[in-house]
């Protein structure tokens, strides 16, 4: 009894080893072990040898014996493949995974970006406001008191349950926010969605985005205006491209100005986007006015600062050949996804 106890643990230690590549092999284990001559069947023939008071604890030795290798002989079968795949270890590893498609950020958003590093790197925060603006934040303090000619420059969306309350018309808004805070110096990127009401086309739109700066200290001059943007022309336009800067109005600065760089599609030769004047205005600027800064409780005697307010859409249209604007707003997944690996 002993011995056929010790020649049974060699067996499973001889089963526990045993391996299969394929079908064949595991078939070769069944013969050999649970086969109709195999061994599990000789070592039960050897329970007739067994006195008779041991038969039971033999009969669970051997049972546990058989189940042992039933249970091999199930695991060399799955590990095999079977015909099938049925379990971990018969994954085929090497099969391609299902690739999760890339999102992509929206044009907008990347030129929005693009801008906003440019000036990150000469020190400018970034700062947001509200879109739903009081006519003070939007016009009063940016010096266009009710009734100035001035704020026919942009057509205002007015909220009916209050008529004090607009979608703002540009991110100057957020400028007198800012400003109102209290705390000098400022040198602040403000970048939003801004309303006019606007009959929609290929090259109008009731939103769109811009981009304001703001820089308040003492001593702050118009050349730093001017040197300022001379840097962000270089880094997002190329080296070679020229910069002009026009008188202009805008209540809140004096003096104010816009600024034109030279076509970077024709390169100033002149084409259809520049109108055949090889220049292409890019944003509108000046000195913040004296009244703009009183009216945020900032002295203009001992402070001045400039400002600058530009379009997003426009060098979004150019740099990523759109040549529709609604596009930006309709979400169509085809036209955002040209834009996966863009930057
Ligand atoms: N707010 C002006 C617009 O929407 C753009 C602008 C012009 C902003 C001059 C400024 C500025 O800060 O100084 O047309």
């Not at 014996?65 to 095999?80: D, I, N, V």
Request: proline share 5%.
């Amino acid at each position: 009894m002993e011995e056929l106890i010790s020649k049974i643990e060699k067996y499973k230690t001889e089963i526990a080893g045993s391996e299969a590549s394929d079908a064949k092999g595991v078939e070769e284990f069944r013969i050999k072990w649970l086969g109709t001559k195999g061994i599990i069947k000789e070592v039960m023939g050897e329970m007739k040898n067994v006195p008779a008071d041991k038969k039971k604890e033999f009969g669970q030795v051997l049972n546990e014996f058989k189940l042992f290798t039933e249970s091999k002989y199930e695991s060399l079968k799955e590990a095999t493949g079977n015909g099938q795949l049925s379990s971990a270890s018969a994954i085929d590893l090497s099969l391609p995974g299902d690739p999760m498609p890339l999102g992509s950020r929206h044009p907008i958003t990347l030129m929005r970006n693009r801008i906003v590093s440019i000036f990150q790197r000469l020190g400018f925060a970034v700062a947001e406001g509200p879109e739903i603006e009081d006519d003070w934040h939007n016009f009063g303090a940016l010096n266009l008191p009710p009734h100035h000619p001035a704020r026919d420059m942009q057509d205002t969306f007015y909220i009916q349950q209050n008529p004090d309350w607009v979608l703002r018309t540009h991110t100057s808004s957020v400028q007198i926010r800012e400003m109102d805070k209290g705390k000098l110096p400022i040198r602040m990127l403000m970048p939003g969605r801004v309303y006019r009401n606007e009959t929609v086309s290929a090259r109008s739109h009731c939103f769109f985005h811009q981009v304001e700066g703001l820089y308040i200290d003492e001593n702050v001059s118009f050349a730093d205006l001017k040197q300022t943007l001379y840097f962000f022309v270089k880094e997002m336009y190329g080296k070679d491209v020229k910069v002009r800067f026009r008188p202009s109005y805008f209540p809140f600065t004096e003096p104010s100005a816009e600024m034109d760089v030279t076509c970077f599609i024709c390169g100033g030769t002149g084409c259809n986007i520049c109108k055949k004047t090889g220049w292409v205005e890019i944003l509108g600027c000046g000195m913040v006015h004296p009244n703009v800064l009183s009216n945020c409780n900032i002295d203009p005697n001992k402070y001045t600062g400039f400002a600058f307010g530009m379009g997003i859409e426009r060098p979004a249209m150019l740099k990523y050949g759109v040549n529709d604007l609604r596009l930006f707003s309709e979400n169509d997944v085809r036209f955002l996804r040209q834009f996966t690996s863009a930057i």
